[in-house]
């Protein structure tokens, strides 16, 4: 009986009825994109600005020229960001620098498009770098693979 009751298991399993679902991937309007990174490192920091893209499409998105791009530390420093003459949408400082940890650094987008202007606003706080008192290495095995787990311990600043 117990083996009755697997195969009708098994069988229900195997022809249970199925539902076809359709996912919609309508092209909508694109929308401004904006990738920005700082760092501490000194060099021209940078800013992309493209319109998204429909979901299949295999093209790289399109920059937006004509921008206005500032980023502004909370010591008053501000870096008037410059489109890229050989890549459109990228926008980057004349002058190398690097961020520096306890201010705040703000940035500030505007993008002219149809006749409108939008402006777009992020900041950020940058922490000091957590220091590092010890580095362990563990191999692992995983699927017939055998990586390693790269473990760096240290002390949070506080905030």
């Not at 920059?63 to 206005?68: F, H, N, R």
């Not at 706080?125 to 008192?133: F, G, H, M, Q, S």
Request: glycine share 6%; proline share 4%; charged share 20%.
């Amino acid at each position: 009986m117990k083996h009755l009751s697997i195969i009708a298991l098994l069988l229900f399993i195997f022809f249970s009825c199925t539902e076809e679902i359709t996912i919609h991937t309508d092209n909508s309007e694109p929308v401004v994109v904006i990738y920005g990174e700082l760092t501490d490192e000194v060099k021209r920091q940078g800013v992309k600005i493209t319109l998204s893209s429909p979901y299949f499409d295999t093209q790289p998105n399109t920059g937006v020229s004509g921008a206005t791009v500032t980023i502004t530390s909370s010591h008053s420093h501000t870096y008037e960001l410059f489109e890229n003459d050989t890549v459109p949408g990228l926008y980057e400082t004349k002058t190398r620098w690097g961020v520096r940890a306890g201010l705040t650094y703000s940035l500030k987008v505007d993008v002219h498009s149809n006749g409108d202007k939008k402006t777009y606003e992020a900041s950020t706080d940058i922490l000091p770098p957590i220091e590092i008192d010890s580095i362990t290495i563990v191999p692992v095995s995983a699927m017939g693979h055998k990586n390693y787990i790269v473990n760096l311990y240290g002390k949070e600043t506080e905030g």
